[in-house]
């Protein structure tokens, strides 16, 4: 990302294509991306000796024989900010809890709103506003996904010798093979393709939606303990020489909340339906974790795995933002401090719990300043070994220096979102949403100052809410045509007429 002159993110700059500047000139005469996608500078990124780093080709062991780490890297679905241990709730959760006492807790770590946009800036390292999914979900009904000339993750990892798995939920497109996860970079993929299913009959409005790479799977149990015992036999049947991506993608606690009798039992002191059923998918989820984790360990490559966890958005806590599932009574997410949930612009629909947990090589603690869903490309990238050479410019920035060595992140800006209704953006402490819909509204938070978003400062820092302002207006102007709309276009006028039944006058009358 380009900098100002003050070493901190220039959102008009962000606003450009990538390009080679004079300021991006190293001393000697590389830009700092040829620079960068070098294999000594990624190794050096990394924090491993160059020596020791060079690839004699691509997908071979580094030269003192050793490999690259295993990442796992984990997704809850629609998990709220204090729904788990480590955040105060009561709500068990002690595997997730000794990996944030053991590891790195990120205390500012953001995503889109929503699930298909999380997913997307995660596999691309781009915002979700350069590719058209920056509107919403796609429906069960739409017909496109994330656009197939970006340059995934997976594509990246395996390209550099990784075997590559995908297990649980996808939402990146399903209406054709292309858009399907073994068509994407996966050498494996066991679980769902659109966004939310019946957590025990694996179907979406009555169709099946389950998969074990491109054949449809029958398959009896819940869905999200059929995905933990699967993650658990990727890393039993996998080869600890060679280095392994694993996408573990859980459904819980997305809605219909649902879970087995076992778990429901645990919670028998929630009076709640709803939050009894939440808190036990999110012990199915936990539990899960557990058991990748002892296999890890049982397969002698734990210590050379780096394990990230965060949720793909806030809870819910507005009933439209829930899913297709008829929901009846409260919604049971607690995003703790901070203002509403999944689906909106403002804290709580966008920062999550995350951790990263790598023994020996992240110190234990918590990562200070801001880190977005879109650094974890270009840094798992750096970890890999991985050259981003056939990638489009990346918003995310590598964060593994940082990580390493304990140091804040070197953010200082982000997008949270931009699309033709709404946008916000943050540089600083300093954070702009602005609802463009009719009525519109204007709101200026200092975050340093008031985390939970309740004290709007726009009228009295009129520069700088104009400033943000006009960011946000740059990138309404560059970016692409959401998907979602377009979509929902085809299917309202070019859909063929439904016309009624004229059987039907008979039982009318005159």
């Known amino acids: 990302m380009p900098l100002s002159h003050g070493g901190q993110a220039d959102p008009a700059a962000a606003c450009k294509p ?8 190293t001393d000697k005469g590389l830009t700092r991306r040829e620079a960068l996608l070098s294999g000594a500078a990624i190794a050096v990124a990394a924090g491993l000796p160059a020596s020791l780093a060079a690839l004699s080709a691509p997908g071979q062991a580094f030269a003192n024989g050793t490999t690259p780490p295993h990442i796992v890297y984990i997704i809850a679905d629609d998990l709220g900010w204090a729904d788990v241990g480590f955040h105060g709730s009561d709500i068990k959760t002690p595997n997730l809890d000794r990996l944030a006492e053991t590891g790195a807790r990120f205390e500012e770590f953001y995503t889109q709103p929503m699930c298909t946009p999380s997913r997307a800036a995660f596999m691309t390292g781009r915002y979700p506003l350069r590719y058209g999914l920056q509107t919403g979900v796609i429906p069960a009904a739409g017909s496109y ?17 990784y075997q590559t798995a995908l297990v649980g939920k996808w939402h990146l497109g399903h209406a054709k093979t292309e858009y399907w996860p073994r068509q994407r970079g996966f050498d494996s993929f066991y679980g769902a393709l659109v966004g939310e299913i019946d957590h025990f009959k694996h179907s979406s409005h009555g169709v099946k939606d389950w998969y074990r ?13 059929l995905i933990g015992d699967e993650a658990v036999r990727v890393v039993e049947r996998h080869d600890p020489a060679a280095p392994l991506f694993l996408y573990l993608a859980f459904t819980a606690p997305h809605t219909p909340f649902q879970a087995p009798e076992d778990y429901l039992d645990r919670y028998k002191h929630i009076a709640d339906e709803n939050r009894r059923a939440y808190a036990a998918m999110i012990s199915v989820l936990d539990d899960g974790v557990g058991k990748v984790v002892a296999v890890l360990e049982k397969r002698g490559m734990r210590d050379n795995t780096l394990i990230v966890f965060h949720s793909d958005n806030g809870g819910v806590k507005n009933s439209l933002f829930a899913g297709d599932s008829k929901i009846s009574g409260g919604l ?13 612009l403002y804290e709580g629909g966008t920062r999550v719990a ?7 090589r992240i110190k234990p603690g ?7 869903v879109v650094d974890m ?7 890999a070994g991985a050259p981003l050479g056939k990638a489009k410019p990346l918003d995310g920035i590598n964060l593994w220096p940082a990580l390493r060595e304990g140091k804040p992140s070197p953010r200082r800006d982000m997008v949270y979102n931009v699309d033709p209704l709404a946008g916000a953006v943050r540089k600083d402490n300093w954070k ?7 009525p519109p509204k204007l709101e200026l938070f200092d975050l340093s100052a008031d985390p939970s978003e309740t004290n709007d400062l726009a009228a009295g820092n009129a520069d700088k809410t104009r400033d943000l302002q006009d960011w946000i207006s740059r990138l309404a102007g560059e970016m692409a045509p959401p998907l979602l709309i377009l979509d929902a276009v085809r299917l309202t006028f070019q859909a063929p007429p439904v016309a009624a039944d004229p059987s039907t006058l008979f039982s009318l009358g005159d």
Do not use: C
């Open 354 to 360: 995350a951790l990263a947990n790598w023994p020996e």
């Open 377 to 383: 490309y270009p840094t798992l990238a750096a970890i």
């Open 18 to 25: 990538a390009s080679a500047t004079n300021a991006d000139r």
């Open 366 to 372: 918590t990562v200070q300043g801001m880190v977005h």
């Open 432 to 438: 702009l949403v602005w609802k463009a819909s009719l």
């Open 332 to 344: 049971p997410a607690s995003n703790g401090p901070y203002r509403d949930g999944k689906g909106s």
């Open 145 to 161: 996904g994330l656009a197939l000339d970006e340059y995934l993750l997976p594509q990246a990892l395996k390209d550099t010798g």
């Open 213 to 225: 790479d491109n054949t449809p799977l029958e398959e009896t149990g819940f869905d999200n303990s």
